[in-house]
Nanobody
Framework: QVQLVESGGRLVQAGDSLRLSCAAS????????MGWFRQAPGKERVFVAA????????LYADSVKGRFTISRDNSKKTVYLRMSSLKPSDTAVYYC???????????????WGQGTQVTVSS
């Protein structure tokens, strides 16, 4: 088992930056790729970004490419999502997940955090 806890979500204004964190505990963190997803009210959970175990490979949704950066610190068992130039359309609950690298479907990930709310006001 891998337990994941997200933090860092809050209310910000359009154009602001924010960094989300996802701390892992429990079974070894080693070997897992990590992903960030988001879910807006009334919408499906969608892929945002993913990073492989070593950090050498990253994937991004087109909607966040160039604005969001995913990174990880394996010594701290933590994954980060740096978000900049935030837009009201980025408002959602953000979830981190552990699973296979390259997977962009939510059901491809086996472990999930509880989510953290990001609200971007215009």
């Amino acid at each position: 088992q891998v337990q994941l806890v997200e933090s860092g979500g809050r209310l910000v204004q359009a154009g602001d930056s924010l960094r989300l964190s996802c701390a892992a505990s429990g079974r070894t963190f080693v070997g897992y790729a990590m992903g960030w997803f988001r879910q807006a009210p009334g919408k499906e959970r969608v892929f945002v970004a993913a990073i492989n175990w070593s950090g050498s490979g990253t994937l991004y949704a087109d909607s966040v490419k160039g604005r969001f950066t995913i990174s990880r610190d394996n010594s701290k068992k933590t994954v980060y999502l740096r978000m900049s130039s935030l837009k009201p359309s980025d408002t959602a609950v953000y979830y981190c997940a552990a699973g296979p690298y390259g997977e962009t479907r939510p059901n491809g990930y086996g472990y999930w955090g509880q989510g953290t709310q990001v609200t971007v006001s215009s």
